[in-house]
């Protein structure tokens, strides 16, 4: 999608949460402010960081009058601390158009015009775009596509255009959104309590009716996602049980299918001989075929599908470890702070 011109470039806002993201943060917000976008601010929120996180921030903001921070110090009670920290940012955005993100995302130059010219030319209140996933290691990256595959078969965001579907898309990365459509679905305030607020984000703006789609930002949006196995393991406690809307029984038989349909076909191969082999062999060609092309969409090598069955099982051990532990605590840890799964549970949208 070519540019906007300037002469129908609406305001924009970006914002942007963060707490303990000195790592990236600097990089990050220099991408934003490298934007040629012609009228855009941003707004990042401090959510009660300890590291050097508000010094970068206030240290850039001197810098460029276009940067504006927020700083939490303290959680209302009834709200995750991203959720809140961006609901607080987004009352204050001026931008007839708001850019939801994350303080570690680094976007091209363009990226933002081209967003804008599609979601007018296309008529859409939300335009969700997937990120460049960038991790160091072989093993880390091949579990990030297992992981972007099974999200994909388990939320279908190809439907989330249909005005007829129930699907729906978010992506924390980026979620372009209409001011106004996000104030009248009741923005974050709504989704209060959800650890997967861009997915949740994008389900109650479906909801209310407004237009959405999900294109691909490769080369566009870059984030590093988790910097080691271990991080991604302990990361995805605060989502992966949320995402099943705390449903037991969706998440086990969603580990279930996925050892049923993404591992056992490889260990058949072990197994079987005869025409039985010959059926799983087929059946291994086309899931990588699948695997490859869908890494090639994401940015990944497709050589990656190679990997597959092994990131299948690393995949259903983070369920299941997931879900040990989010039960045995009766919450989760997020940003610094415990949440009971009583609590979690009633924020159902």
């Not at 709200?79 to 570690?104: I, M, Q, V």
């Not at 595959?149 to 279908?156: A, K, V, W």
């Not at 996602?225 to 998440?251: H, P, Q, T």
């Not at 695997?291 to 990656?304: K, T």
């Amino acid at each position: 999608m070519a540019p906007i011109d300037a002469e129908n470039a609406p305001p924009v806002t970006i914002i942007a949460a963060a707490r303990n993201e000195e790592r990236n943060i600097r990089a990050a917000l220099q991408s934003l402010l490298r934007l040629n976008y012609p009228h855009y601010q941003i707004l990042v929120v401090n959510d009660r960081s300890t590291d050097r996180t508000g010094t970068i921030l206030e240290e850039m903001a001197k810098d460029d009058h276009r940067l504006e921070v927020l700083h939490v110090s303290e959680l209302p009670a009834g709200w995750l601390g991203k959720n809140h920290a961006l609901w607080e940012a987004g009352c204050r955005a001026r931008g007839a158009l708001l850019l939801f993100t994350d303080a570690d995302v680094v976007l091209a130059p363009d990226v933002l015009s081209r967003a804008v010219s599609c979601l007018q030319q296309e008529g859409l209140d939300h335009l969700a775009a997937t990120p460049e996933v960038r991790m160091p290691g072989t093993i880390l990256n091949m579990l990030g596509l297992t992981f972007g595959f099974f999200l994909g078969l388990f939320t279908r965001p190809w439907k989330a255009a249909d005005p007829k579907s129930h699907c729906h898309i978010g992506i924390g990365a980026f979620n372009l959104v209409r001011a106004a459509a996000y104030r009248q679905v009741g923005g974050h305030r709504a989704i209060a309590l959800r650890p997967d607020d861009d997915l949740k984000l994008g389900k109650i703006i479906k909801k209310g009716g407004f237009r959405q789609q999900l294109v691909y930002g490769n080369g566009l949006i870059a984030v590093e996602w988790y910097a080691s196995v271990r991080e991604m393991v302990i990361g995805l406690e605060k989502n992966i049980f949320a995402g099943f809307d705390y449903r037991l029984g969706l998440a086990v038989g969603a580990v279930v299918f996925q050892l049923v349909a993404g591992l056992w076909p490889y260990l058949a191969l072990l197994l079987t001989t005869g025409p039985t082999f010959a059926v799983y062999a087929a059946t291994v060609v086309v899931i990588s075929l699948i695997v490859a092309d869908g890494a090639r969409l994401h940015g990944y090598s497709p050589w990656y599908a190679l990997g597959f069955p092994l990131t299948v099982g690393l995949l259903a051990f983070i369920i299941v470890r997931t879900l040990i532990c989010t039960l045995s605590r009766g919450g989760i840890y997020w940003r610094g702070t415990f949440y009971p799964l009583c609590e979690l549970r009633k924020n159902r949208v």
